[in-house]
């Protein structure tokens, strides 16, 4: 996990960090899938998203606004086009670990 702090305290490398570690992770990661997913006729994208989305921590905003965008990236099949295309994303819930 990166930096956490409040808004006000993080400045623009705590933001980069999470917009390198969960948005362009899942953009890399697709644009890497796709084309071999096209060769086969088409496939899936799964991504995650967080519980922050629906509930962000006030030391978080950097990671929620991140998380946010990828909840919106099952729509990256579609933008690349991909046939068959299917971008499940699983929803954030509580997951008892203990």
């Known amino acids: ?33 796709v084309p071999h997913l096209v060769a086969v006729g088409g496939g899936a994208l ?4 967080a ?19 990828v909840a919106t990236s099952p729509r990256l099949p579609e933008a690349m086009r991909l046939p068959n295309r299917r971008g499940p994303m699983m929803p954030p819930m509580p997951v008892p670990t203990a």
Do not use: C, E
Request: without cysteine.
């Open 46 to 49: 799964v991504t995650t998203a």
């Open 51 to 69: 519980y922050s989305i629906r509930a962000p921590k006030p030391d978080m905003a950097h990671y929620s606004a991140m998380k946010n965008a």
């Open 1 to 33: 996990m990166g930096p956490r702090g409040a808004l006000d305290t993080q400045d623009d490398s705590a933001w980069d960090f999470y917009y390198q570690a969960v948005l362009m992770s899942v953009v890399r990661t697709a644009r890497a899938v």
